[in-house]
């Protein structure tokens, strides 16, 4: 069975600081990674997809990919009060191109 | 605008009863998906289609039924087999032209009454 596994959370951090959301995955040769972001009652909207190992930037978010460690890693600079939201982790496995294996969302809440 | 389309976005289901949620996209993507989310949970995958009049049972089909007559669209019908319907049902799509990135529509809320 092909998992994706995050902290549920929540994940508390005050208005301005750096927050760190994790996920790890079992199926080793995965090779597309995403991270989405729910509002409460709304669906996902993408944030970052990442393809390769490392980093990847977009405004205050970077993504950080490990394919050795299997783990991808969402960090939030300068944290805002509306980024408090739960945050999906999704992987694409190798073998089926398009059926993503998601993870249940860490649950982020940015303190003002 | 392209995008996904679910209609409606509140739906009411008395006991017994079929109901069919409406997606339609506009993204030319060759595969489309439908979810269920309960409050406070993950994404439940119910079924999915990866070309025209092709489709496969997700993680928790029963219940459920789908057709596939045109890319564009992917109607849902929640059954009265379907014991507790009552959740948030997220339609979603994506295809190569996309990096595979997948995108939802809003939502559909069914409440059994």
């Known amino acids: 069975q092909k998992e994706v596994e995050q902290n549920s959370g929540p994940l508390s951090v005050p208005e301005g600081a750096i927050a760190s959301l994790n996920c790890t995955y079992s199926?080793?040769?995965?090779?597309?990674f995403f991270w989405y972001r729910q509002y409460s009652g709304k669906s996902p909207e993408l944030i970052m997809s990442?393809?390769s190992n490392g980093d990847k930037e977009d405004g205050r978010f970077t993504a950080q990919l490990n394919k050795a460690s299997q783990y991808v890693s969402l960090l939030i600079r300068d944290s805002q009060p509306s980024d408090s939201a739960t945050y999906l982790c999704?992987?694409?496995?190798?073998?089926?191109?398009?059926?993503?294996?998601w993870g249940l969302g860490t649950s982020l809440a940015v303190n003002p | 605008d392209g995008g996904i389309t679910q209609s409606p976005k509140y739906l009411f289901r008395k006991e017994g009863q079929n109901v069919t949620l409406s997606c339609e996209q506009n993204?030319?993507?060759?595969?489309m998906y439908w979810y269920r989310q309960d409050p406070g949970q993950g994404l439940r995958l119910i079924y999915y289609?990866?070309?025209?009049?092709?489709?496969q049972k997700g993680d928790i089909a029963e219940g459920y039924s789908v057709s596939r007559e045109k890319k564009e669209s992917f109607p849902l019908t929640v059954t009265s087999a379907q014991k507790n319907p009552t959740a948030f049902y997220l339609c979603?799509?994506?295809?190569?032209?996309?990096?595979?990135?997948?995108?939802f529509g809003e939502g559909s809320w069914l409440t059994v009454v």
């Open positions: 999704a992987v694409i496995p190798a073998g089926n191109n398009r059926k993503l294996i």
């Open positions: 990442i393809y």
């Open positions: 199926d080793r040769v995965s090779q597309s």
């Open positions: 993204l030319n993507h060759d595969a």
């Open positions: 979603a799509s994506n295809g190569q032209g996309s990096g595979n990135t997948i995108y």
């Open positions: 289609s990866q070309i025209v009049n092709d489709f």
